[in-house]
């Protein structure tokens, strides 16, 4: 994505989290944004949406047909990008529009990566221990299971990383020595 998508792309997510930032059923939003996001990747929309060889109605067509949001502030954000023949931008928009909403509400997404699955436990402990590094609040915790990494985590919150892996650590001795 260049510059000036880029640009568009937070105009769109930061005009929409102004709108919804007070809304009481603001996370119902970001959790139908997810759905929509989850549609888009797992439909393989994005590559229609990115080709060169699909009309820009085509496109517009396509995404309508997924749009299922029972709220209208993001049926206006995607009939928006749309009308203004940016389809392609949907997805980056979407994500965008959430990244928002959290940086409104100082609460975000933990994405936890292990060999194993956490228990409810080692989740709160995980929880406090986020929210108590990066002065934030974690709405939610995503798990992601990953055998290389050869025991521990590594969390992922607000673009900033907790590596707390068997992996890194072993990178780390091995260049002391």
Request: glycine content about 2%; hydrophobic content about 40%.
């Amino acid at each position: 994505m260049n510059a000036r998508e880029n640009a568009l792309v937070q105009k769109y997510a930061l005009s929409f989290a102004e709108k919804v930032s007070d809304h009481e059923e603001i996370w119902e939003m970001y959790d139908q944004i997810s759905a929509l996001i989850s549609i888009i990747h797992d439909s393989k929309l994005n590559r229609l949406l990115l080709s060169a060889t699909v009309s820009k109605e085509e496109k517009a067509e396509f995404v309508r047909t997924v749009r299922q949001s029972s709220f209208w502030q993001i049926n206006d954000l995607i009939e928006d990008v749309i009308r203004d023949g940016h389809a392609d931008l949907l997805l980056e928009t979407l994500e965008r529009a959430q990244l928002q909403i959290s940086k409104f509400k100082n609460e975000f997404e933990a994405h936890v990566v292990s060999v194993y699955p956490l228990t409810e436990e080692q989740k709160e402990r995980l929880r406090r221990l986020v929210e108590t590094r990066f002065s934030l609040r974690v709405r939610s915790i995503v798990e992601e299971l990953n055998n290389t990494l050869m025991g521990g985590f590594i969390v992922t919150v607000n673009h900033k990383v907790i590596d707390a892996s068997v992996r890194s650590q072993l990178n780390d001795v091995k260049k002391k020595l």
